[in-house]
């Protein structure tokens, strides 16, 4: 989910937008949909990366749900698509959805948009980014630094200054 970290929620925008680059006005972003329309957004505009967000839990302000995680749970139960419509669910369906996902959420301070914002943003990302959700391949990263062997073996490079500064040292040496 490291692709979170590219992803953004613009205020007053619908949708949401990858983020490309930096300007010297604010940031380059593309539309997560069919169209792919890319915009300079301006550095007072309020962007949300979505790798920072996260739902707040009944077990203290320190505890929370990172969307990450929220969003992997929900793809474990739902798959690539919910079918919950949330923009005609009922209050009661989405906290039913959510206490599913995440069962300890602070139903006081996650109200029912931001519930629906979850989905919506999940459905978007799901459809137009599905490698967001492949796993990393650390197992392959393991099993290389297995077969490179031990590290005293492997041998170490002299830069070009230590290298001339041995060199004199061994002409000194010999006269």
Do not use: C
Not at 6 to 27: D, F, W
Not at 46 to 56: E, K, P, V
Not at 96 to 110: C, S, W
Request: aromatic residues 6%.
């Amino acid at each position: 989910m490291k692709l979170l970290k590219e992803i953004a929620n613009i205020a007053g925008k619908p949708g949401l937008y990858r983020v490309l680059k930096p300007t010297r006005t604010g940031v380059i972003v593309e539309s997560l949909d069919e169209k792919r329309q890319r915009w300079v957004i301006n550095k007072t505009t309020r962007i949300s990366i979505l790798s920072d967000i996260s739902l707040y839990s009944e077990l203290g302000s320190d505890k929370t749900y990172a969307l990450r995680s929220v969003f992997t749970a929900i793809r474990k139960q739902h798959g690539p698509q919910v079918t919950l419509d949330p923009k005609i669910a009922t209050e009661d369906e989405l906290a039913e959805f959510l206490v599913k996902i995440a069962p300890k959420y602070d139903r006081e301070r996650v109200h029912t948009n931001d519930i629906r914002k979850v989905i919506a943003w999940y459905n978007i990302v799901s459809a137009h980014l599905p490698e967001a959700f492949d796993k990393p391949e650390r197992e392959t990263t393991k099993n290389l630094k297995k077969a490179a062997g031990p590290a005293d073996e492997t041998p170490v490079k002299k830069s070009r200054k230590s290298a001339a500064s041995s060199q004199e040292a061994e002409v000194t040496s010999n006269e």
